[in-house]
């Protein structure tokens, strides 16, 4: 039996973002927390490197702000950048209050208690971390914290499948009011009602066929803000990691850039060196360069992968260096000390999302986006390194202050119908899903990956059409599942990204096509709307 739930809050989505508004939120009202399987599934637990912050005496805001502006490639809302960035060291210290074990800082005579590390872009020292496990720490300590308050409400192996709003129900007044949440135990469908809805289900990186992100980044707020009416943007900026290991049972692991930087060698099939052919810095240029010279090598040979070397240093300089690359190498067989490392890029980040303003407010009143689902502004067309984490934490806080704020304004949801299956049987062919799984994340890999052109772009358009359309009688005719739940949230990803690659007529960023290999001279963001609103 399908339940009805109420809370002031509902929060979709437990990683970084979404667990840290409710932390401020959950001593003041009641709070829920929703995720797709366990609380720690989500992107945050594998972030490795750390996160940006002005925290140095000799750093700046200023000089944070300008190295994210050029990483951005002239696309950042200067506006947005400020506000990260000034509340950096405000969102850093209420993580070490929280209890985070950041790295700290072994020398003696600086006045800075913790280790600051430096990244590509960066002109200053200022990305803490947690040795090279910074999302692990910060899942962890707000995992643990987010347990012990009792006004948050948590749910795992739920699956939010579509915002209600007033709209939809024919209720006065405008605004969103809940979502119908799958139960993933019992495969009922319940309502959770709430005064606030935030969107904290973080990217889309799933949409490929190569993803360094975990399972559940399948786009699913940014497809429900959608289809609840909220505007899109710059979907076409999705960031690519040149090195991830290619392996029928390696699921998503990176080969860190700091293989590279001590000298390792990519090599073709057969050996030979290629990154002069792209680059002067050769294995040592920035990662799109690297991702899109590897990607043009592939696809000039057709072959899977293309090979990391390493095996000409001494080996205990490789394993002293790199352990964990070293020992889940030796898991699937490849000792790095004597064999190449078979890699690929893989899709890493969306930089595109639910349009937002700096409190988190969508284009639906009392339905907000933190994290990577949401569009700030903050990145442009580029994501500069250890940004992104920054980003979920100042946004939840802006976001919780706001709420807070109007608590008392808003007025309770109205009567929701339950989820209506009256007219859906269940499904006695579940290969489609399967099938239409498996083409559309290939397709967007061949086709609007890492080079463009508007012949490819054209082709994954007209494959999408078809596939949306098979999608949405199915999803008409048939029970729901959480497999068809993200498919289907997919397809509609998977088709804005197409349509502003598309729509942008020039290269820039993270979006390069062969058809217009330069830049324009008005740089301009991919704003879309849904067109029923
Ligand atoms: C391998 C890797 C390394 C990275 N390294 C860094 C780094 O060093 N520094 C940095 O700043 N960034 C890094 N990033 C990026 C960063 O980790 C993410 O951008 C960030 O963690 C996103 O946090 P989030 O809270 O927005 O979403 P996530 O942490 O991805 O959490 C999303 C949550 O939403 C839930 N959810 C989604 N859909 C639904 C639904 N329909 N119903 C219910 N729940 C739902 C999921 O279950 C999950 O709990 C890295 C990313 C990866 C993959």
């Not at 579509?162 to 119908?180: F, M, N, P, Q, S």
């Not at 293309?306 to 964990?324: E, Q």
């Not at 859906?424 to 489609?432: G, L, M």
Request: aromatic share 8%; with cysteine; net charge negative.
């Amino acid at each position: 039996m399908s339940q009805v739930l109420q809370h002031d809050v509902l929060i979709i989505g437990s990683g970084a973002a979404g667990l840290s508004l409710a932390l401020q939120l959950g001593d003041h009202c009641s709070v829920a927390v929703l995720s797709k399987s366990t609380l720690d599934d989500g992107s945050t637990r594998w972030a490795q490197g750390g996160i940006a912050a002005v925290l140095d005496t000799e750093d700046s805001v200023e000089s944070h702000v300008q190295d994210t502006l050029v990483a951005g490639a002239d696309l950042c809302e200067e506006e947005a950048v400020r506000f990260t960035v000034q509340n950096s060291k405000k969102s850093i210290d209420w993580l070490i209050r929280q209890g985070v074990p950041f790295t700290p800082n072994d020398e003696t005579n600086s006045d800075q208690p913790y280790h600051l590390t430096r990244e590509g872009g960066h002109s200053h020292r200022r990305i803490i971390h947690a040795a090279d496990a910074t999302g692990r720490a910060v899942s962890d300590t707000l995992i643990a914290q987010a347990l012990r308050k009792p006004g948050i409400d948590i749910y795992t192996r739920r699956m939010a499948v579509d915002l209600i709003t007033r709209r939809k129900l024919d209720a006065e007044g405008h605004g969103c009011v809940g979502a119908y949440v799958l139960n993933c135990d019992t495969e009922h469908v319940d309502v959770f009602k709430a005064r606030f809805v935030i969107l904290a289900t973080g990217g889309a990186s799933k949409v490929y066929l190569y993803t360094s992100n975990p399972d559940g980044a399948s786009g699913d707020g940014i497809a429900m803000a959608w289809r609840a009416g909220c505007r899109v943007a710059n979907m076409e900026f999705n960031q690519f990691h040149p090195t991830c290991l290619y392996h029928p049972q390696a699921k998503s692991f990176l080969i860190t850039e700091a293989l590279r930087g001590e000298g390792a060698h990519l090599l073709l099939p057969d050996g030979q060196r290629f990154m002069h052919h792209f680059d002067e810095r050769k294995e040592l240029a920035p990662r799109d360069v690297v991702a899109r010279a590897i990607d043009h090598e592939m696809k000039r040979l057709g072959s899977d992968c293309v090979y990391l070397d390493i095996s000409h240093k001494p080996a205990a300089f490789i394993k002293n260096h790199f352990p964990t690359v070293y020992e889940r190498c030796l898991e699937y067989g490849i000792d790095i000390t004597k064999d190449p490392i078979p890699v690929v890029p893989a899709a890493h980040y969306t930089c595109g999302g639910i349009v937002v303003d700096t409190k988190g407010h969508t284009d639906t009143p009392n339905l907000y986006a933190i994290g990577e689902a949401s569009f700030t502004g903050l990145h442009g067309a580029n994501r500069m390194a250890s940004n992104s984490l920054l980003e979920c934490l100042v946004y939840a806080e802006s976001a919780a202050k706001d709420i807070l704020s109007k608590l008392h304004c808003v007025p309770e949801p109205p009567y929701v119908p339950h989820w209506d299956e009256s007219q859906v049987t269940d499904s006695d062919e579940d290969v489609v899903i399967a099938h239409n799984w498996d083409e559309l994340r290939r397709f967007m890999w061949d086709y609007v990956g890492i080079v463009r052109t508007n012949k490819r772009l054209q082709r994954a358009k007209h494959r999408i059409d078809m596939l949306n359309n098979e999608i949405s009688e199915y999803y008409s005719n048939y029970k729901i599942s959480g497999d068809l739940i993200e498919l289907r949230n997919l397809s509609v990803v998977a088709d804005l990204i197409i349509r502003s690659a598309l729509m942008r007529k020039e290269s820039r960023g993270l979006h390069y096509t062969l058809d217009y290999p330069n830049p324009s001279t008005e740089p301009r963001n991919t704003v879309l709307t849904p067109d029923q609103w």
